[in-house]
């Protein structure tokens, strides 16, 4: 970390980082309307690596027009869904055959390791699209008994939603593309996908692979951009039928309140605080690296990230020490540098965050076990932080950071109950974990989180299978799985007198 690290990328991606990177809208890669563009950087050096077309309001209508045409009178609409199926099957075959180059380009728009890209982010994005393949073909009604008087055949069918926006956050690009497209697709709708400013190039390339796996002009749009202009755009756009978002709460109650111009539905996956709970008789070896994983991962830059970390009394020290333990293991880097193992935030205005949360901590009484300030000049790179004695009053406690930084906080007595409200004590529910070795305390503590995903000896699952979401100010529905589908869609029921 002491001397300015060059990365070295594979030639398809120098390529690709060389072009002009226009947006894709009607099948057609085009300049934005306005004819501006901006930078995008690797943040494990601060440094320019392509610049993007800008979108506007102008060119997400260009965007929706097109969606539209493809949804209510193209080609798509004209597709069986096992041909759909088959063509989303396709796109995960090609990010898989292209899994090197898309885990580089990961790598140096996000600053994720590149093996956590390698391993994580390219192959769970192609299970997604195979995941959601195999559900093109069961996308079902059923069929109703009625208990007026008289013969009817009454049942219900499942229609897509329409033309969807989707606005994709800078954690983890592909993969959240991933989780928007593929069910979105499988259900039939047509798409205007924004990513995020800071990280765009993924999408861009998977909006290639997407034209490579031959889905018709239309159906998939990608307009680069800046929230307030493009992605504010989409959410009040009267012509789009439905809003996906992830990201900060914040930017949530925004797009909800664009959304009530034509009462378009709305899915979020917003922010969280999440507790990782260790009882006294959990498997340490387990717990600490676990509880380590739940916070430090990818930057800490995790929505449902173990930023509350709940220890028995009794356990408590060893709990701290061994996490600790684990970050000081932790080889921080650039993310092409091999052996990294956990890379950079993704900006100089989320380093800021972070650093700034650290000193609001301290300042109000809290101490740094591990960790606690920025590594180096160049790029943004925060070591793995542990606060102890913090309490549920201080801002650290109370707020998503979304960095790698952890409150450690001990519970002094065996009160299921009470431990239950520590946890949730937030405005958050989006994920939570449970480590212990008692199945009643587990099963308890289940039912009383407040939570959209519990782990027990785990602190969560990206598999496709697994829905995920929160309760309170975490968002609106469930993404993955099953649950995953029924966002992307609409019943309408049929009544039929014979």
Known sequence: MNAPFIPSVGEKVKAFLGREHKLLIGGQWIAAQAGKSFDTYDPGTGRVIARVAEGAAADIDRAVMAARAAFDGGAWGRITASDRGRMIWKLGDLIEQHGAELAELETLNNGKPLASAQRGDVPLSADMFRYMAGWATKITGETLDVSMPGSYHAFTVREPVGVVGQIIPWNAPLLMAAWKLAPALATGCTIVLKPAEQTPLSALRL??????????????????????????????????DKVAFTGSSDVGRIIVQAAAGNLKKVSLELGGKSPVIVFPDADMSVAVPGAAQAIFANSGQVCTAGSRLFAHKSIFDKMVEGVAAEAGKIRVGHGMQAGTQMGPVISKTQLERVTGYIEQGKAAGASVAAGGARIGNEGYFIAPTILTGTTADMSVVKEEIFGPVVCAMRFDDDDIERVARQANDTIFGLAGSVWTRELSTAHKMVRRIRAGRIGVNIHGSVDAALPTGGFKQSGWGRERGREGLNLYTEVKSVIMAL
């Open 207 to 240: 909006g290639e692979l997407i034209q490579e796996a031959g889905f018709p002009d239309g159906v998939v749009n990608i307009v680069t951009g800046f929230g307030p202009t493009a992605g504010a755009a989409i959410a009040a756009h009267p012509d789009i």
